[in-house]
């Protein structure tokens, strides 16, 4: 028999509003993953995720006057017969998103 039961869950962050749920199913055990971070650059959302910390709370973009632009970051990572990959996707793509988007310290270099 299939697993039937579901993990999910929800939020809402200024007009954006989101939700998620997974369920096992017939596989042996659940192999996907998934992250939903309101803003990819604010270290509060990478605890609550339980994704890899990063090094950097820099903003990808600003607004103007100086502050911060939110990014939202979701994600589904399927196992494909296998939960390690979509694990560790979970835990590390946020990060490496972060390095790709954050901007250069050097003055009028590319990200």
Sequence with gaps: QPVKDKETASGVFG?????????????????DAH?????????????????????????AGAAEGGGRIPLAFFAVFDGHGGQEVAE????????????????????GAAP
């Design 35 to 59: 992250v939903a971070l309101h803003d990819l650059f604010s270290t509060a959302e990478e605890a609550r995720s339980g994704a890899a910390p990063s090094a950097s709370s820099h903003s």
């Design 88 to 107: 560790f996707c979970r835990l590390h793509m946020p990060s490496e998103l972060r390095r790709l988007l954050r901007p250069s310290a050097a003055a």
């Design 15 to 31: 007009s954006r509003s989101w939700a998620s749920s997974c369920m096992q199913g017939w596989r042996s055990n659940m192999e």
